[in-house]
Structures are given as C-alpha cells and as structure tokens.
C-alpha cells in the first residue's frame, strides 16, 4: 500500500515514491539511449503502472530528451491527468541563447510552457531549479526553498 507524506504545509499529499520520467524519449541519441530512451509504448506502460500502484508524483524536466519526454507523458497521462502532481525542473540549458538557461524570470516561464502544453495542464504542481543561482540571476527561490525540497527535507528530519 503507497505512503503519503504531506507536501510542505500546502495540504497536498504526495506518494513517498515518485515516478522520473527522464527515461522516456529521445531514442538514437547516445546520452538518452544510455538512461532508457523509452518509446510511447514504454512510457505508457510505465506510468499506468506507477499511478494503479498510488504513485501521485511525477518528476520531469524541460531539458529530459529534448522536450519528448514530456510530450510522450502528456500523451500517456489523458484523462489520468488530475491524478498526478507534476514537479518540473529548469535551470539546466534548453537553447543555444542566452536567455535559455539560469533562473531569470524569463527563461523560468519559457521552461513551464512547454511542460505546460505537452502535459494537459494550467500549471505544474510544483518548480524547482537545480543548481545554484548564477551571479547573473535574480531570482530569490534557491532550490532548497521549493514546496518539494521543504517535504523531502521535513521528511527525511523525521525518520532521523
């Protein structure tokens, strides 16, 4: 039976075990293929594994193969949609310009719109970056601030 732990003090509850999606997609590169490179039927059977087992976290990123990663959830997750929290992550670079990459404002909204327009969503449940702010950036969520780190780290205190 999943375990639920609440997620900061928003009064949400997420599993104790979430799903990563950086394997499913992007087959025939060599840094995807070494990490899954799963293809949509994969990818389907994986999360409709996970979510009939009580898993109601899913991990994804703007830069997992490329953006396919999410497009290949979006397409698995339908109508399972309002059953998931999705956590997405930027930060890491997603385009050869300047602004696609770091914390700015800017590069951070470009980052949820794809996520945003793959999986069949308003919003992402929850954001985080994933590394230190650079000197150029401005922004004041460090990573160990997000609703997501909070739970993990007030989760982890109490098994100590």
Known sequence: MMKYAALGNTGVFVSRVALGAMSFGGSGSPVWDAVGAL??????????????NGVNLIDTA???????????????????????????KMTAR?????????QSRLHIM?????????????ST?????????????RSRWPP???PYARARSATSARRT
């Not at 293809?39 to 009939?52: I, P």
């Not at 470009?110 to 308003?122: F, I, K, M, Q, Y």
């Not at 954001?127 to 702010?133: A, F, G, I, N, V």
């Open 94 to 102: 997603s385009g050869p310009g300047p602004n696609d990459v770091g």
């Open 110 to 122: 470009r980052s949820l719109e794809p996520c945003a327009g793959s999986v069949p969503t308003t």
């Open 62 to 88: 703007d830069v997992y193969a490329g953006g396919e990663s999410e497009e290949l959830l979006g397409q698995v997750l339908g109508r399972r949609r309002r059953e998931v929290l999705l956590a997405t």
């Open 144 to 146: 160990w601030t997000t």
């Open 39 to 52: 293809g949509l039927q994969e990818t389907d059977r994986m999360v409709g594994m996970a979510l009939d």
């Open 125 to 137: 449940s929850t954001r985080s970056t994933t590394s230190t702010p650079s000197p150029r950036s």
